[in-house]
């Protein structure tokens, strides 16, 4: 079965260390991705919710704070394969690029993830640089509240 690839990015006119701070808790990305509509995190597993009442299983694989990435699995469901990857790079103290992938199988579910991950991606920005917005109030708390 082929293989698709999707990549979306965003600047965001924040640093990368306050974004990385976001992206790097993967048990608040309910809260700034639509359509999801809870998350649970048990070691490096991570059970989402979509609003549909579909529970997605993912195992977290990478979340690398020196090279502010962030890696899954989804393991099952529609897909037979699917790796998400977040990166966060720096472009100047105050500004980042936010780049999601997703390489999936089968391919057609490319277009699907591309439409989602950009739909995050914005909220992600609106979030942050209007520096409201549940993911940051729930950012607030301690990982252990979230």
Known sequence: MRRGSARRQVLIDVPADRV???VSRPELIHLWFPGMVACQVDGDQRVITL???IPLVETIINNDPTQRR???RLNGGI????LGTIDVHEIDPGRSLVVYSSDVSPA???LVLGGATEGALQEL???LEAG???ALDALARPVTEA
């Open 79 to 82: 897909f037979s394969e699917h």
């Open 20 to 22: 990385w701070a976001l």
């Open 125 to 127: 920005r609106r979030q």
């Open 132 to 134: 409201e917005g549940p």
């Open 70 to 72: 962030f890696q899954y």
């Open 108 to 110: 057609a579910m490319s």
């Open 51 to 53: 609003a549909s009442g």
